[in-house]
């Protein structure tokens, strides 16, 4: 049976390996719906290709432009658009891989209209995890993960009352062996320089700071239910386990593999099944020699108990700290700022905050824009850091 998939943000680095996935299991999948921002050039490949019947694009002037040249295919734009195609009757399951919180209101109508969601978008669950899973649980709707770490994790839990720590494994990033001051004063290509994974430029700075590892440590505990105290994060270089978990017993299971992400975005779209893909080579354990692990080094990476923090502390502390890192990443890919000033900014923001408990959604998304501005505003007056 063909199961029926929209791609939120499918010319983004896992929108584009997903519907390379999709390709190579083209018996399994129709892709009907597709969202992108503004590379009209990639998405019109990508219509070509798959044929959906419904796009969206960011803006109303890119809409038009797909909609002369696809007459046959109805085209949405805007935030709207995205919840239009995520609410489409035909759809079953929806990948959301757009960034920022973008990914926030169309994984929320989605999951209302009962759709199984394919998760890829971090600040969901970071800025409203207890309301999305709430939300879930209430539609009988799945959120497969599809962050490899989250994957990994999803494969090796079973009965949750017998976890006793979940461990989150990371490879360190460019600067694992780096000396503090080497990276108070690393450029932006040697900060995008990942040793092991190939992703979008916000992430992959997000990893030479470990926030990327701690937004993870918030979005398992949303996921999984499990105490933020029960979570660990592991440097593992070789990046080969995945995630583990420990049960009460003693036991640990581990996920293992080559790092692609073609893996974990197979497994959620044809979960609970597993099919051959992309990934057609075994994994050779003699080649891969050794796995290391190390201790996370908290005053070398200071982002990553931040953002655990603000986790525990709950409210809106979480979207506070994803907004301002947001923008303060966005500030160092443009060159307006230091490496080391991503941290000092997202710091001092989350310092000077009034969290709110028990927000709305409509809250989060309040403060989320006031945070950003707030953020802005403290870029351009740097000399008060």
């Known amino acids: 049976m063909v199961k029926n998939i929209a791609i939120l943000g499918s010319t983004g680095s896992i929108g584009t390996q997903a519907l390379e996935v999709v390709e190579k299991l083209n018996d399994k999948f129709k892709v009907t719906a597709l969202s ?3 590379n009209i050039k990639l998405l019109s490949e990508q219509i070509n290709k798959h044929k959906p019947k419904y796009v969206c694009t960011a803006a109303k002037e890119t809409a038009a432009e797909i909609e002369k040249a696809f007459p046959q295919i109805k ?13 489409l009757n035909e759809i079953e399951l929806v990948l959301v891989a757009v960034s920022g919180k973008t990914g926030l209101k169309p994984t929320i109508s989605a999951i209302k209209n009962k759709k199984d969601i394919a998760l890829a978008n971090k600040e969901t669950l970071v800025m409203a995890g207890d309301i999305v899973m709430k939300l879930a649980k209430e539609n009988d709707a799945k ?5 490899s770490e989250h994957s990994a994790i999803f494969q090796c839990i079973s009965n949750r009352k017998e976890v006793k720590h979940l461990i989150i494994t990371a490879s360190g990033g460019p600067f694992r062996n780096s000396d503090t001051k080497t990276m108070e004063n690393a450029n932006l290509d040697e900060a995008l320089a990942h040793p092991r994974w190939k992703m979008g430029k916000k992430i992959t700075v997000d990893s030479a700071t470990l926030m990327n590892k701690g937004l993870e440590v918030i979005e398992a505990h949303h996921l999984f239910g499990i105490d933020y105290n029960d979570i660990k994060v592991v440097i593992h270089p070789q990046s080969y386990i995945h995630s583990a978990v420990e049960y009460k017993d003693g036991s640990i299971i581990a996920q293992i593999g080559i790092p692609s992400m073609h893996i974990p975005i197979q497994y959620a779209l044809t979960y609970p099944e597993r099919t051959e893909g992309i990934e057609t080579e075994s994994f050779d354990f003699i080649k891969a020699a050794k796995f290391e692990f190390y201790e996370p080094d908290l005053l070398k990476f200071p982002s990553l108990s931040l953002a655990i923090e603000m986790g525990k502390k709950g409210g809106t502390y979480p979207v506070c700290m994803n907004a301002a890192n947001e923008e303060a990443v966005f500030a160092f890919l443009n060159k307006k700022i230091k490496f080391s000033d991503i941290y000092k900014i997202t710091k001092t923001m989350t310092d000077n905050y009034n969290s709110i408990q028990n927000p ?7 403060e989320d824009e006031k945070i950003r501005v707030q953020t802005k505003e403290l ?3 740097m000399r008060i850091l």
């Open 143 to 147: 959120i497969l993960p599809v962050d």
């Open 75 to 87: 085209v949405f734009y805007g935030d709207e658009g995205l919840k239009e195609i995520s609410t």
């Open 379 to 381: 870029i351009k007056n």
């Open 36 to 38: 992108a921002g503004n």
């Open 360 to 366: 709305t959604i409509d809250m989060i998304l309040t």
